[in-house]
């Protein structure tokens, strides 16, 4: 009796946390938008123009000599005196332009999402700081549910969703930690974690129960842990791919001449170029895959153990194999001269669809041997 009391408390706790983390959440998202809106839209003109204008210089001075063609010299000064005494040079850092495939416009990275003005960066920080304390909180929450039904908090739908927010949020921030520039992707990803939990907490809601039959496995451990963090890299690359998308649209239209509007031009002279979101896309998608083959590997090798047969072709199985397939179409069509860029692009998008179908549509609307949450 004492030990249920405990796990109810557990559970409820719980409860508390995420909603706790939804309302910083909240936060975040606001700290994101005034980051972007709020950050002064001059700058980021000015910023850009200048860049714009150091590429061209670049572009025509490495056409008459020969110098490496990725890196930019800013300047140069005498040591010791001036450049006409005949000191000896020396060069400032070398600003590096991101370049795309062959044929592709070599296009520099904007200043970031904080527009590299002193207010839209306090909002940025701001708004990273509220993202690390929300993802602190649902980290909380999450082990608070395994402490209160003594498992893996990945039984039913409504855990399985609150675990694979907190990890692609966990992913974004550890990317943040690495240096990489992907403060961009907050905004998106804030949104998306929002919206993961809102559906988590009132469609999907599920009370702290003990496993079925079939899932008391250690290989839950092993499948599912494997499944939630693909399907958190995933998106990221999905988010990539959707930027480089409208990245790589603007890139064009400003380079057939035309002028998109100010508020379009404040926006997307933040972001990186295209090519930057093309190669990240390329390179998380191309990282976790292998992985996703070890998760259906490992189901298979689950699925004799609890079912007595390793592959039945249930809903789940083929949805994941066909998620696989489009995966792997898209990481061969990379690989394809005459489909990189935006076909490519849009092969990644299908492959995502199919791994949020196999999530969310199989779980609620097909009838299969993983319809075990009672959503």
Not at 265 to 271: A, G, N
Request: proline share 3%.
């Amino acid at each position: 009796m004492i030990i249920a009391a405990a796990n109810e408390d557990l559970a409820n706790i719980s409860n508390v946390l995420v909603y706790s983390a939804m309302a910083v959440y909240t936060l975040a998202f606001l700290a994101h938008i005034a980051e972007w809106v709020l950050g002064s839209r001059s700058k980021v003109g000015r910023t850009a123009a200048a860049l714009t204008a150091t590429s061209t210089a670049t572009s025509t001075a490495t056409s008459t000599a020969a110098a490496p063609p990725a890196v930019r010299v800013r300047g140069a000064q005498a040591a010791g005196g001036s450049a006409g005494s005949g000191g000896t040079a020396v060069l400032d850092k070398p600003e590096i332009v991101t370049r795309g495939a062959a044929g592709a416009r070599n296009v520099p990275d904007g200043p970031g999402a904080a527009a590299g003005d002193e207010k839209g960066d306090l909002y940025g920080r701001i708004a990273v700081s509220l993202t690390t304390l929300a993802f602190l909180l649902e980290a909380g929450g999450v082990i608070a549910r395994a402490l209160s039904v003594e498992r893996a908090p990945w039984g039913n739908m409504y855990e399985f969703s609150l675990t694979f927010s907190t990890v692609a949020t966990g992913t974004y921030l550890a990317l943040l930690l690495a240096g990489k520039n992907v403060r961009w992707m907050g905004l998106p990803l804030v949104t998306t974690v929002l919206l993961d939990l809102g559906l988590a907490t009132t469609w999907l809601y599920t009370e702290s129960d003990q496993l079925v039959p079939a899932l008391d496995s250690y290989w839950l451990w092993i499948h599912v842990s494997t499944a939630i963090f693909c399907g958190a890299v995933f998106y990221i690359g999905a988010v990539a791919t959707v930027l480089y998308l409208v990245r790589d649209g603007y890139e064009a239209k400003v380079a057939r001449g035309e002028k998109p509007g100010a508020f379009v031009r404040s926006v997307m002279e933040r972001l990186p170029a295209a090519a930057t979101f093309d190669k990240l896309a390329y390179r998380v998608n191309a990282a976790v895959f292998p992985l996703w083959t070890f998760t259906i590997i490992a189901g298979a090798i689950w699925a004799g153990d609890a079912w007595g047969r390793y592959w039945g072709w249930d809903a789940k199985e083929v949805w994941s194999f066909i998620t696989w397939v489009a995966y792997a179409a898209y990481l061969h069509a990379r690989a394809t001269v005459g489909w990189k860029g935006r076909k490519a692009s849009y092969i990644a998008l299908i492959a995502f669809a199919c791994w949020l179908f196999n999530y969310y549509g199989v779980n609620l609307f097909v009838n299969s041997l993983h319809s075990y949450a009672g959503v």
